[in-house]
Nanobody, 122 residues
Framework: QVYLVESGGGPVQAGGSLRLSCAVS????????MGWVRQAPGTEREGVAT???????TYADSVKGRFTISIDNAKNTLYLQMNSLKPEDTAMYYC????????????????WGQGTQVTVSS
């Protein structure tokens, strides 16, 4: 079992920044691929970013150049640095993990955190 606990969400004005954190514990051999997925009310969930065990990253086009995913293996913590935030970034953000990254679906994970809300005001 893998346990994921997000933190760092909150309200922010457009153009501002936030850094989300995700503490990882449990059977971490199932966390070779990690990512952030977001979902706003009434919308499909969107895979925002992924990072795999060799450090390779992928990003949704909507966040490229503004968001950065990273991982601190010594601290077992995943991060999402979000800059130049826009109102359309408002969503619940979930930390997620799995043994492999699905190259065709950035939101395909077996383990999920409880989510942290990000609200961007204009």
């Amino acid at each position: 079992q893998v346990y994921l606990v997000e933190s760092g969400g909150g309200p922010v004005q457009a153009g501002g920044s936030l850094r989300l954190s995700c503490a990882v514990s449990g059977y971490t051999y199932d966390t070779y691929c990690m990512g952030w997925v977001r979902q706003a009310p009434g919308t499909e969930r969107e895979g925002v970013a992924t990072i795999d065990s060799d450090g390779s990253t992928t990003y949704a086009d909507s966040v490229k150049g503004r968001f950065t995913i990273s991982i601190d293996n010594a601290k077992n913590t995943l991060y999402l640095q979000m800059n130049s935030l826009k109102p359309e970034d408002t969503a619940m953000y979930y930390c997620a993990a799995d043994r492999w990254c699905n190259r065709y679906d950035r939101a395909d994970f077996g383990y999920w955190g409880q989510g942290t809300q990000v609200t961007v005001s204009s």
